[in-house]
């Protein structure tokens, strides 16, 4: 494959991770464009497909992050106003405190980091997410920001974030298990 | 004398194992967790899932395979 048919291969799931982000075709649409431009312009930097797209990626956050930093606190994200609103959620516990059903362990969960269809799923989980839960989540797991920055950026309170990435998580692990690993819980 | 802190329950357990993954957790927070994971198989699990979500977070759109 050229370099510029590698290139273009890549602006599909560039946008996809930073429309998530930043939540504006627009914006998304300029932090790739610069990415890309950024590859072609140090061709040489990296060999082989799977370095040039970890290479790509990682301009692109830092990209993303500059965008987030600039917008700040424009970017309004409601926060929880307390931990029982969500009856899925609330459902997996019962009023003990305890498991509804015991969460099993997942087979070889190593494995499937080495196939491609592992992290179609793990997309199509993210999406089910409400728009709020995935950006936290995205900005702490993907973008790897500390949570003292996300509060201030998205000027929600620490408690506030950590019940979204705990809520986020929990629904993640949700839907990895029933569309991977075939349990339902 | 003070009376020891109750025991967590899964929820407060699951909570915490989240929390820990972005912030320390005071000292007495982390002994109970320890104390309840190691007694209870269910958040076991989900401790090593989270851990396992974050590792697969870290590698997509990067070295993810194609």
């Known amino acids: 494959m050229s370099l510029h048919a590698e290139i273009a291969a890549l602006h599909q799931p560039l946008l996809r991770y930073a429309r998530m982000q930043l939540r504006n075709d627009g914006l998304a649409e300029d932090v790739v464009s610069e990415t890309l431009l950024a590859l072609l312009e140090k061709p040489d930097a990296f060999e082989g497909r799977s370095a040039y797209r970890t290479y790509a990626t990682g301009i692109l956050k830092f990209k993303v992050i500059d965008v987030l930093r600039k917008r700040g606190r424009e970017v309004h994200v409601e926060p929880f106003d307390g931990e029982s609103i969500d009856d899925a959620f609330d459902a997996l516990f019962a009023a003990d405190g305890h498991w509804q059903e015991a969460p099993p362990a997942w087979q070889e969960p190593e494995r499937s980091l080495e196939q491609r269809q592992f992290f179609e799923m793990l997309q199509v989980c993210i999406d089910r997410l409400s728009p709020k839960l995935a950006r936290i989540f995205m900005m702490r797991e993907w973008l790897e920001r500390e949570v003292a920055d996300i509060c201030t950026e998205l000027d929600i309170t620490a408690n506030n974030c950590h019940v979204m990435l705990f809520r986020a998580r929990m629904q993640l692990r949700g839907c990895v298990s029933l569309h991977w690993y075939g349990d339902t819980q | ?66």
């Open chain 2, 1 to 66: 004398m003070t009376a020891a802190p109750p025991e967590l329950d899964c929820h407060d357990a699951a909570r915490l194992i989240s929390d820990a993954l972005d912030a320390a957790v005071a000292t007495e927070d982390g002994e109970r967790l320890r104390r309840h994971v190691d007694l209870c198989e269910s958040c076991r699990n989900v401790s090593a899932q989270m851990h396992f979500l974050r590792r697969a977070m870290r590698r997509m759109g990067s070295d993810a395979p194609q």
